[in-house]
């Protein structure tokens, strides 16, 4: 299971983006955020596919939580083939988000979105009808979590290119701001809810209702009024497959996007294969059901709305450098509470929770500045590729760590597989921080460049 989710949702991960002011910006804007603010609560296209999106992220959190529970109490599988599934999820990461990003700077973004979401309700429906005719299988549930993650990627990498054209630039804080806030009520409200749904009607039957969210949200983004302006048809204007490799290249000379990029891949990989040890240890050595791993995930994600809240004054404080060692070092080093539990313990339940809430509020505090600094940086006709190719680097070790975790889990145990990829997490985490102190201050406070 992962957050990113994240994004989103990627999660988380990795949020959701726009141009806008950089920190410093911010900063010296001083009383007069509150105006910018006010700002979006006016714009009644960003409310659309800002609702539509939360309503989504609230079904996306209670199939997290039943697709594994499916696989473990259904069709009682293995740690490993709980990581198969998991990374079949992400696996799209790698396969198809570059050429996502070559559709989307191609295409009208806006149905883009229309058409993922309506592959990812359709992928999903069929958990269901499997069930009831006898004929759900661990590798059909591969095949519905990789249309499912391929639906995902398209739409994510469509979300932040096209937030752009919704949202005035000053505002790109406070909407990122607003949605990592909705992910985590999704967060708290998904877990819990779906814990619930999965003991009183089954983990097969509760994903419908990520079906019903999906659905929604395409229709609260049908509802939307904006349009882009033309695109260029032209041959000479129209993105060719050479330039997937645009969006690298950029990340690649920018230093801090480089940085960045090389961090997230690194904490994403960690982070994944922790997940999916964590639901199996949960379940099979600490003896949780559904509701109350589910319990767990919905009272971490109550940090994670305060470090939403938090985000922007906790920014403006500490800078965006410090921000991100302080934020990073959080989401990091929350792995080694699980450290002290173990079957019998008393004190099992209040460390999964402390660990979840400890990394939720550090990685959604991250997770905003990351994403408004490259928001501000990349300019927006290449936004898509840019997009696509960052979450290629950094969602394409998700599934890595989800297999790794599942395969390790089984050789070695699943306390010592959690071991040892928390002290992974804590290694990157210390190599960013020397990376981060090395960065020239003109690349981490850049001006816009649109």
């Known amino acids: 299971m992962t957050r990113a989710q994240a994004a989103g949702q990627q999660p988380a991960v990795e949020g959701r983006e726009e141009g806008m002011q950089t920190e410093s910006d911010v900063a010296r804007a001083g009383d007069d955020t509150a105006n910018q603010r006010s700002g979006l609560w006016r714009n009644r296209d960003f409310l659309k596919l800002w609702s539509g999106e939360s309503v989504a992220a609230l079904g996306a959190q209670v199939t997290q939580l039943a697709l594994p529970m499916l696989v473990l109490s259904v069709l009682g599988a293995s740690a490993a083939e709980v990581g198969a599934v998991s990374a079949m999820q992400f696996l799209p990461a790698l396969c198809v988000t570059p050429f996502a990003g070559l559709v989307i700077d191609l295409f009208d973004r806006r149905t883009?979105?229309?058409?993922?979401?309506?592959?990812?309700?359709?992928?999903?429906?069929?958990?269901?009808v499997l069930h009831l005719t006898d004929t759900l299988t661990v590798p059909a549930l591969c095949a519905i979590a990789f249309v499912m993650g391929a639906g995902t990627s398209v739409f994510d990498v469509a979300y932040l290119a096209y937030l752009p054209a919704l949202v005035p630039q000053r505002d790109l804080v406070d909407a990122n701001s607003k949605l990592q806030g909705s992910y985590s009520v999704a967060q708290i409200g998904g877990s819990s809810a779906g814990g619930l749904l999965i003991k009183a009607l089954g983990a097969w039957l509760a994903v419908l209702a990520n079906v019903a969210a999906y659905l929604l949200a395409f229709v609260t983004t049908l509802l939307i009024r904006h349009r882009e302006p033309?695109?260029?048809?032209?041959?000479?204007?129209?993105?060719?497959?050479?330039?997937m490799l645009t969006g690298f290249g950029l990340l690649w000379r920018d230093r801090t996007l480089r940085v960045l990029s090389m961090r997230a891949g690194w904490f994403n990989l960690c982070e994944q294969a922790i997940l999916t040890l964590f639901l199996v240890y949960a379940v099979k050595e600490l003896g949780m059901d559904a509701g109350g791993v589910g319990f767990v995930l919905a009272f971490g994600s109550f940090a994670s709305l305060a470090g939403a809240f938090v985000a922007r004054r906790a920014g403006n404080h500490f800078g965006f450098p410090g921000i991100l060692i302080l934020a990073s070092s959080a989401s990091s080093l929350a792995p080694l509470l699980l450290l002290p539990t173990g079957p019998g313990s008393a004190w099992n339940f209040a460390l999964a929770t402390l660990t979840f809430a400890v990394y939720g509020f550090g990685l959604t505090i991250y997770n905003v500045h990351v994403v408004a600094f490259r928001q501000s940086v990349i300019p927006s006709e290449v936004l898509g590729r840019a997009t696509a190719a960052y979450r290629m680097l950094t969602y394409g070790t998700l599934p890595v760590g989800a297999f790794l975790g599942g395969l390790l889990g089984e050789r070695l145990g699943l306390w010592q597989s959690i071991l040892l990829f928390a002290l992974t997490s804590v290694v990157g985490w210390l190599l960013f921080v020397l990376a981060c102190r090395k960065l020239p201050a003109p690349a981490l406070e850049a001006t816009p460049k649109r």
Do not use: I, K, T, Y
């Open 112 to 128: 883009v979105l229309l058409v993922a979401n309506l592959v990812r309700a359709a992928a999903l429906a069929l958990v269901p």
């Open 230 to 243: 033309p695109r260029d048809r032209s041959a000479a204007g129209r993105p060719r497959l050479a330039d």
